[in-house]
C-alpha cells in the first residue's frame, strides 16, 4: 500500500532564516506530488504541483520554491522566511489527472517568530 | 479557472439531526467530486467521492449527491455524532493532464451532544 511521509511535524523558525520540508511517498511510482499551505481557521491554499520529476507548476507567486530531485520526493524550500509565511503545509500526492483522489500527509506545522 | 464556492461555511446540528453541506462549482469540464474531512489539527482525509456517471452514491451514514446540470453536488451526513464535528471541504476536479483538485473554503460543521 501507498504511504506518504512529511517532516518535520512541527518547526519554529525567526523570520529571514531559510526553510526546508521534506515529503516522500512509497509504494507507488510516478504520483502527482502537492504542496498546500492551510492558514489557521482556513481552506487549503494550493502552491506547487509536480507531475514529474523536475516538473513543477507554481500557483501563488511567494518566496517559496519547490523542487522534485527524485520520483517520489518533493521538497519546499525558502530563502528567507517572511511572518506570514506561518501556516500549515500539507503534502500530498495522487494518481494522474484531477479525477484522481489526493491523499495527504500529516503535516507541518511552521511558526514563524 | 474553476470556481468552487461551499454553503454554509459553518452548521451547528444538534447530535441525530441530519446535515447536508453544498458546493458549487462553474467548470463544466469537471467530472470528479469528493469530499474531504479535516479534524482539528490533522490533515484532510478523502470521505466520499462520486463520479459524472453516477447520481449518487452513499455509504452508511454519508452520501453525495450530483447535479452535473446545475454544476452542484452536496454531501449529506445522517444521524449525525459528536465524532462528525470537523471542517469539510469539496474539491472538484477534471480529466485534464496536469490539473488539480480546486478546494472550496471549507464548511465548519459542529455536533453538539
Known amino acids: 500500500s501507498q504511504t506518504i511521509h512529511q517532516w518535520p511535524a512541527t518547526l519554529v523558525q525567526p523570520v529571514g532564516s531559510p526553510l526546508s520540508l521534506e515529503c516522500t511517498v512509497e509504494?507507488?511510482?510516478?504520483?502527482?506530488l502537492y504542496w498546500y499551505r492551510q492558514a489557521a481557521g482556513r481552506g487549503l491554499q494550493l502552491l506547487f504541483y509536480?507531475?514529474?520529476?523536475?516538473?513543477i507548476s507554481s500557483e501563488v507567486p511567494q518566496n517559496l520554491s519547490a523542487s522534485r530531485p527524485q520520483d517520489r520526493q518533493f521538497i519546499l524550500s525558502s530563502k528567507k522566511l517572511l511572518l506570514s509565511d506561518s501556516g500549515f503545509y500539507l503534502c500530498?500526492?495522487?494518481?494522474?489527472?484531477?479525477?484522481?483522489?489526493?491523499?495527504f500527509g500529516d503535516g507541518t506545522r511552521l511558526s514563524i517568530l | 479557472g474553476e470556481n468552487v464556492e461551499q454553503h454554509p461555511s459553518t452548521l451547528s446540528v444538534q447530535e441525530g439531526d441530519s446535515a447536508v453541506i453544498k458546493c458549487t462549482y462553474s467548470?463544466?469540464?469537471?467530472?470528479?467530486f469528493p469530499w474531504y474531512k479535516q479534524e482539528l489539527g490533522k490533515r484532510p482525509q478523502l470521505i466520499i467521492d462520486?463520479?459524472?456517471?453516477?447520481g449518487e452514491k452513499k455509504d452508511q451514514r454519508i452520501a453525495v449527491t450530483l447535479n452535473k446540470t446545475a454544476k452542484h453536488f452536496s454531501l449529506h451526513i445522517t444521524e449525525t455524532q459528536p465524532e462528525d464535528s470537523a471542517v469539510y471541504f469539496c474539491?472538484?476536479?477534471?480529466?485534464?493532464?496536469?490539473?488539480?483538485?480546486?478546494f472550496g473554503k471549507g464548511t465548519t460543521l459542529s455536533v453538539s451532544s
Open positions: 474539491a472538484p476536479g477534471a480529466n485534464q493532464a496536469g490539473t488539480a483538485l480546486i
Open positions: 467548470d463544466s469540464a469537471s467530472n470528479y
Open positions: 462520486i463520479r459524472s456517471n453516477v
Open positions: 509536480s507531475v514529474g520529476i523536475g516538473q
Open positions: 509504494g507507488t511510482s510516478n504520483p502527482n
Open positions: 500530498a500526492w495522487s494518481l494522474g489527472t484531477g479525477t484522481q483522489p489526493q491523499h
